[in-house]
């Protein structure tokens, strides 16, 4: 198969999650999350992200985002979130649909949000005619393949509770952030103030499964509620279960992390620098921004699978994930290269 940079979703399954998925199909057991490996994967959770950490499994990122922010909001709310997040353009109006409360969308440069950026959406707080902020959601890593240092998350958690709002994380390649700022999961999530996080699995080496992790006991309470008619309690429970404690084991989850992003940084190393092709954000985890030629974007997408990711601008997202090779990245970037200069 061509090397792929489409999206990390499009690699396999980790050999020692398929292993551990394996490994757990002997023999019945308890379900709806009654069985022994669900206890034991929430208790690693809790050890690693803290004993307040309640930790319920899903199968979907959207789903994890849409219904922690569920527990989060009531329909006069407003979610306010950077305009590139995922629960803004890439589901679908789920949020809306499932919350029944409005998004308040944030341009940013970056993909990160700041308290001088969210300061003016406060403005009516109080206010009866507008919906009223109450969540602020920041992707770790962002859309766009930045970071949030864990000051900048403290800054955000602490402009958010001064002002009664909750802080949630879209954390669906949280592990490419900590292996890129070479910190814990603990001093990105709850040591840095986070409410409520969705735990991402699949990206990294499952085959499907997330979490989602809550740091406040009042927002736990009713989860198992909300999970089930959200249609996102798991019978076989056990599966999502083993697949999280292979990740878990022997931090899994940061070397494949370390693996996309080492690929992406490779990869911007050898495009750098090839007429005409300008990368366009900072490249901090698995992703690979750049603008190119509308005719050099056509020519590279009938060889190699990646999306454009801004029309207009001619920018394409080239995604790496811990499947990504060496020799894949320097095949492309060599067709990029080639195509580049064939445009010349
Ligand atoms: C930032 C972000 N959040 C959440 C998701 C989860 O999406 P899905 O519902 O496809 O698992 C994705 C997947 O692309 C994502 O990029």
């Given at each position: 198969?061509?090397?792929?940079?489409?999206?990390?979703?499009?690699?396999?399954?980790?050999?020692?999650?398929?292993?551990?998925?394996?490994?757990?199909?002997?023999?019945?057991?308890?379900?709806?999350?009654?069985?022994?490996?669900?206890g034991a994967a929430r208790q690693r959770f809790k050890d690693?992200?803290?004993?307040?950490?309640?930790?319920?499994?899903?199968?979907?990122?959207?789903?994890?985002?849409?219904?922690?922010?569920?527990?989060?909001?009531?329909?006069?709310?407003?979610?306010?979130?950077?305009?590139?997040?995922?629960?803004?353009?890439?589901?679908?109006?789920?949020?809306?649909?499932?919350?029944?409360?409005?998004?308040?969308?944030?341009?940013?440069?970056?993909?990160?949000?700041?308290?001088?950026?969210?300061?003016?959406?406060?403005?009516?707080?109080?206010?009866?005619?507008?919906?009223?902020?109450?969540?602020?959601?920041?992707?770790?890593?962002?859309?766009?393949?930045?970071?949030?240092?864990?000051?900048?998350?403290?800054?955000?958690?602490?402009?958010?509770?001064?002002?009664?709002?909750?802080?949630?994380?879209?954390?669906?390649?949280?592990?490419?952030?900590?292996?890129?700022?070479?910190?814990?999961?603990?001093?990105?999530?709850?040591?840095?103030?986070?409410?409520?996080?969705?735990?991402?699995?699949?990206?990294?080496?499952?085959?499907?499964?997330?979490?989602?992790?809550?740091?406040?006991?009042?927002?736990?309470?009713?989860?198992?509620?909300?999970?089930?008619?959200?249609?996102?309690?798991?019978?076989?429970?056990?599966?999502?279960?083993?697949?999280?404690?292979?990740?878990?084991?022997?931090?899994?989850?940061?070397?494949?992390?370390?693996?996309?992003?080492?690929?992406?940084?490779?990869?911007?190393?050898?495009?750098?620098?090839?007429?005409?092709?300008?990368?366009?954000?900072?490249?901090?985890?698995?992703?690979?921004?750049?603008?190119?030629?509308?005719?050099?974007?056509?020519?590279?997408?009938?060889?190699?699978?990646?999306?454009?990711?801004?029309?207009?601008?001619?920018?394409?997202?080239?995604?790496?994930?811990?499947?990504?090779?060496?020799?894949?990245?320097?095949?492309?970037?060599?067709?990029?290269?080639?195509?580049?200069?064939?445009?010349?």
């Open positions: 198969m061509q090397p792929c940079f489409a999206s990390d979703n499009y690699a396999g399954v980790h050999p020692r999650v398929l292993a551990a998925l394996a490994a757990a199909n002997d023999g019945p057991a308890p379900a709806y999350g009654a069985d022994e490996l669900t690693i992200l803290g004993s307040e950490a309640e930790v319920f499994f899903v199968f979907l990122g959207t789903a994890a985002n849409v219904l922690a922010l569920s527990a989060m909001t009531r329909p006069h709310h407003a979610v306010l979130a950077a305009a590139t997040a995922h629960i803004n353009v890439d589901e679908c109006g789920a949020p809306e649909r499932h919350l029944g409360c409005k998004l308040m969308c944030v341009d940013t440069p970056d993909g990160k949000l700041t308290p001088e950026l969210l300061q003016p959406f406060l403005l009516h707080l109080g206010n009866e005619h507008h919906n009223q902020p109450r969540v602020v959601s920041i992707t770790q890593a962002t859309e766009l393949g930045t970071v949030y240092t864990p000051d900048e998350i403290r800054s955000l958690a602490g402009f958010a509770h001064d002002h009664g709002l909750l802080l949630h994380m879209d954390g669906a390649r949280l592990g490419n952030a900590a292996a890129a700022l070479g910190c814990g999961l603990r001093e990105l999530t709850s040591g840095a103030g986070v409410d409520a996080l969705s735990f991402g699995g699949t990206k990294n080496g499952l085959m499907f499964g997330e979490a989602v992790v809550f740091f406040r006991p009042e927002l736990a309470q009713d989860f198992a509620f909300i999970r089930k008619q959200g249609m996102q309690l798991c019978s076989k429970m056990r599966f999502i279960a083993a697949q999280f404690l292979a990740l878990l084991e022997h931090d899994l989850w940061r070397a494949n992390a370390s693996q996309a992003n080492a690929m992406a940084r490779l990869l911007a190393e050898r495009v750098a620098g090839v007429p005409g092709v300008q990368i366009t954000q900072a490249v901090q985890t698995n992703a690979v921004f750049a603008s190119l030629a509308p005719g050099v974007i056509a020519r590279l997408q009938r060889r190699f699978a990646f999306y454009v990711w801004n029309h207009e601008q001619n920018v394409v997202r080239w995604m790496t994930s811990f499947a990504t090779t060496g020799a894949e990245v320097e095949a492309f970037a060599a067709a990029v290269r080639q195509e580049a200069l064939a445009d010349k």
